[in-house]
């Protein structure tokens, strides 16, 4: 079928079932009488005062292990939650963070890099953020790198909540953890009963689709189930003007932007026992000539497949303990076909790349409340690189680039203890030790002062150190033995900040910071392809956001303001914006039948690698949800990049015209259907 044709009938098919949507309801003698999620808001009539406060503050996990309010945290935290991901669209996990405030995402047209506290380094995978999904860390063994566009192994419709942890957390979570900690929370089964079937279709020769299931069996027993699948044909040419004359080969790169994914997610639970397993497979062609292979020639893709299977155990004793425990094994593999003409003779070469990494490991945490408020985390974890296996070869040759096969271990104590030193003020103190078989050991703190001003208001002073050891790709990428980057050392960071956070006028929520940091031992690619410890970084800076929800409306505002310096030199470090700025709402057209949502992110300039300025922009997306509550249909129409704005994105120094453009005004329809 035509793409234009497809994504007719598409729209068709959404904005028929919308003004269905706007039909009053039939009675049925069949009706599911099954309680809806949003029958839970009676519950509310019973609650007291003080307890619909506090209902009103997010809680978060992942800031200490163990749920406690934002105001208690000792960090600044923001929470997206399901409703938001449903609301605005969001497809992926890049598209979501992008609008919180202080954070940026960069796309080379290959993988989304995320961008926090004016650090959004483009080659390094994502190396200095830690995602986890249920408390399972995502980052490979291979890149250490976190993937959060469509080679994100979980569909965002499985999300309940993501929590973004701003500052050092390496003294909970060990490498990695050193901007930041995107924690994200899968939706339980009771949130998802019955059937769901979900079909997409857009610009570009878009289409993808999910079937979901999730239900109780026997007493203790729930089951979730997700297969989802994703494609798009991309742009059908791109125009890149640093392959204008005299380069030989054009400057158009034709039906050479397709992606396509598929995800697989299973969740058992039995009473304490939790039994978890995801699958994400994305292949994605590459138009951008990067590794200065042939431009414009088929045959360039990459392949990215992440997979996990986890066993938990979580059990709340009479004694106010809570223990839980994991076990889990991982795998993740990297796949890459570069063409190349060696000869300069018109006969293309394949180079291929294989990247393998299979892990397994295990964590124990005992956290208890021990006197009245006083809260005390202890837990120990091991991980064992079973293979981190890089090798690069020419198809039809016997040249091989590099052939290297590792393996390594690390195992981690840590605590964090949260009592009060005085009536409104709190003490957070924690530590942290790694030992890595191939680095050695490391420890780092962080210390918070929380100090409650009223109920729902506080002023924390926060500071603590972070860590990121070299990655097997940037020690051993050329090969190992004399060959092999072994004098790398880890990455330290350490961080001082000072926030104010409020809920305040029952509807409305404040929060500001304050930070520096420094960075030593900063590891970046030279120009000889080789990694090194090249400096240090400097960051300072300023955040700050107000949110309201009224009703069904809601409205949330956020900039920063940043500067980042690279040093000897004192040079601005690239992809490195000093402002920027973001803005979400979302209004009720017809109450309870039809939304709009609007996300607003604006970025300032940048440099690339070149040192050359990349100019700022300002994009704009829009949606319009069509749903009525207790039915099971939705229909979302979406348009990202609302006035067709032209812009680039920083790229890193292997892509060859180091900004890369980004796509114009595109089209998005959904249809949701719950039985």
Same mark, same amino acid.
């Given at each position: ?63 200490? @292990? ?31 963070? @992008? ?31 830690? +995602? ?17 566009? %469509? ?7 499985? +999300? ?34 019955? &059937? ?45 003007? %640093? ?96 063409? $190349? ?40 974890? &091991? ?124 509807? $409305? ?104 300025? +990349? ?61």
């Amino acid at each position: 079928m035509n793409p234009g044709n497809r994504l007719a009938r598409t729209l068709a098919t959404v904005v028929l079932s919308g003004l269905l949507l706007a039909l009053p309801p039939v009675a049925r003698a069949d009706a599911d009488t099954r309680p809806r999620p949003d029958s839970a808001a009676a519950d509310l009539a019973g609650l007291s005062l003080d307890q619909l406060m506090n209902i009103e503050v997010e809680s978060v996990y992942g800031a200490s @292990r163990y749920s406690q309010r934002s105001l208690d945290a000792p960090t600044r935290v923001t929470v997206l939650t399901a409703d938001d991901i449903r609301d605005h669209g969001y497809q992926t996990l890049a598209e979501a963070l @992008r609008t919180v405030t202080g954070l940026f995402v960069s796309y080379d047209r290959i993988y989304e890099y995320l961008g926090l506290r004016g650090l959004g380094h483009v080659d390094d995978y994502n190396a200095r953020v830690l +995602v986890l999904v249920d408390e399972h860390r995502t980052n490979d063994n291979i890149f250490e790198g976190a993937l959060i566009g %469509t080679d994100f192994a979980l569909d965002l419709q499985q +999300v309940d909540r993501i929590e973004v942890i701003r500052g050092p957390s390496s003294a909970l979570y060990g490498s990695n953890a050193v901007l930041g900690v995107v924690n994200i929370v899968t939706r339980q089964a009771r949130q998802a009963r019955g &059937w769901s079937v979900t079909t997409d279709g857009g610009s570009l020769g878009t289409r993808g689709g999910r079937l979901a299931y999730g239900g109780r069996f026997g007493e203790h027993g729930t089951l979730q189930l997700s297969a989802s699948d994703f494609a798009s044909d991309g742009n059908a040419s791109l125009y890149f003007p %640093t392959f204008d004359p005299p380069q030989p080969h054009g400057n158009v790169a034709e039906h050479l932007d397709g992606d396509g994914a598929r995800r697989l997610f299973a969740n058992l639970a039995l009473g304490d026992f939790r039994l978890e397993g995801v699958y994400g497979r994305r292949r994605k062609d590459v138009p951008t000539a990067t590794f200065g292979t042939l431009f414009d020639a088929q045959g360039y893709w990459t392949t990215d497949t992440r997979e996990w299977l986890d066993l938990g155990y979580r059990h709340t004793f009479a004694n106010r303990l809570e223990l839980s425990g994991r076990l889990y094994c991982d795998e993740y593999e990297y796949e890459g076909s570069y063409p $190349y003409d060696l000869e300069n003779n018109g006969l293309v070469t394949i180079n291929r790349d294989l990247d393998v990494g299979t892990w397994s490991g295990g964590e124990l945490i005992a956290h208890r409340t021990l006197f009245g408020p006083d809260e005390f985390v202890v837990g120990g974890e &091991w991980r064992a690189n079973l293979r981190q296996d890089q090798r690069n070869w020419f198809i039809g040759s016997d040249t091989t680039c590099y052939d290297d096969h590792h393996h390594s271990d690390v195992w981690a104590v840590y605590a964090e203890d949260a009592f009060d030193l005085a009536p409104r003020l709190r003490l957070t103190a924690g530590l942290r030790h790694d030992a890595y078989t191939a680095f050695g050991g490391s420890t780092h703190p962080r210390v918070g002062l929380i100090w409650s001003l009223l109920d729902r208001t506080t002023c924390k002073l926060i500071y603590g150190s972070a860590f990121r050891v070299p990655t097997s790709y940037e020690v051993y990428l050329w090969g190992s033995g004399d060959a092999a980057n072994t004098t790398l050392r880890p990455e330290t960071f350490r961080t001082g900040e000072a926030v104010f956070e409020s809920y305040f006028a029952e509807h $409305y929520h404040a929060s500001a910071s304050c930070f520096v940091y420094r960075g030593d031992d900063f590891i970046q690619e030279g120009s000889d392809g080789a990694f090194t410890n090249s400096g240090d970084v400097r960051g300072t800076g300023v955040e700050a956001e107000v949110s309201g929800r009224w009703h069904e409306a809601e409205l949330r505002l956020g900039g920063a303001h940043q500067a980042v310096r690279f040093r000897p030199g004192d040079a601005r470090l690239s992809n490195s914006p000093a402002d920027i700025l973001q803005a979400s709402g979302k209004l009720p057209i017809v109450p309870g039948r039809l939304w709009a949502s609007a996300d607003l992110h604006t970025i300032g300039r940048r440099l690339n690698p070149l040192s050359a300025e +990349v100019p700022g922009a300002a994009i704009a997306d829009a949606n319009l949800i069509a749903r009525r509550r207790g039915s099971p249909w939705q229909v979302t129409l979406g348009v990202r990049n609302l006035f067709d704005v032209k812009y680039s994105d920083v790229a890193g120094p292997e892509v060859t015209m180091t900004s890369v453009p980004q796509d114009g005004r595109t089209f998005r329809a959904r249809l949701d259907v719950r039985f």
